[in-house]
């Protein structure tokens, strides 16, 4: 079944659709997909009459004269088509956020896509002023990037910034004796110890290859296996 849709599709996502298409009728410059499938069928009338003329005549020309006239009638179309991408490109992405109209607070979890991290260093925000590990971090950005330092003048007006953000507003309030702070505990390390390889290998590596890549030194026998082969010596 044809899909209903304003355009149609292409000759080659609905081959039926040429069954529909008249050669000769003006399409409305608006639809790329007619326009592609005229030119197809343009193409193959002519290429197809030329081959008729080449069994008739035994002239193999023929058939290279119809696909070139195909191909002269198809260039109207071929300009349509480049008409409407150059028109096309001037516009906006309709999909794109427009950042004027974004909220300026963070939502828990909204950008988290089960990516790795982009940013180098993780900066104070709304909803983690002091840059801790979240919980649904260790699921959905295990590779998150470590704090920015306190020290750094920028990042700590920032975060005191973030931090200074009241549940209730008292406008008579004049030198903040009535704030709501929220309360905040800063964790010792603000990255994900994910690295496996490098602990593996800081707890069970000895110095060098070991006996299975290929150094004999490391191979003590009668061990039976000992997992620290060097202290059986």
């Not at 700590?156 to 309030?173: A, G, S």
């Not at 929220?182 to 060098?208: E, K």
Request: net charge neutral; hydrophobic share 35%.
């Amino acid at each position: 079944m044809k899909p209903n849709v304003l355009c149609d599709p292409y000759i080659w996502e609905y081959p039926p659709v040429i069954l529909n298409t008249n050669p000769f009728k003006h399409v409305a410059y608006t639809c790329s997909s007619e326009l592609v499938n005229q030119m197809v069928l343009i193409v193959l009338i002519f290429t197809s009459f030329g081959g008729v003329v080449t069994l008739t005549t035994n002239n193999i020309y023929g058939i290279f004269a119809g696909l070139i006239v195909g191909v002269l009638f198809a260039i109207p179309n071929f300009v349509n088509i480049m008409f409407i991408r150059k028109q096309s490109e001037n516009f906006k992405d309709s999909k794109a956020p427009d950042t004027a109209v974004l909220p300026s607070v963070d939502v828990i979890g909204s950008k988290n896509s089960g990516i790795e991290s982009k940013p180098y260093k993780t900066s104070p925000s709304a909803r983690n002023p002091f840059m801790n590990v979240l919980i649904d971090e260790l699921k959905y950005n295990p590779n998150r990037p470590r704090a920015e330092s306190v020290l750094d003048p920028v990042v700590k007006v920032k975060l005191d910034d973030f931090f200074r953000t009241e549940f209730f507003n008292d406008p008579t309030d004049v030198f903040g004796r009535s704030q709501g702070q929220r309360q905040f505990i800063t964790m010792p390390a603000t990255s994900i110890p994910n690295d496996v390889d490098s602990y593996q290998n800081w707890l069970y590596r000895i110095p060098g290859k070991t006996c299975k890549e290929g150094n004999p030194n490391a191979c003590v026998p009668g061990t039976n296996g000992g997992v620290v082969p060097w202290l059986s010596k």
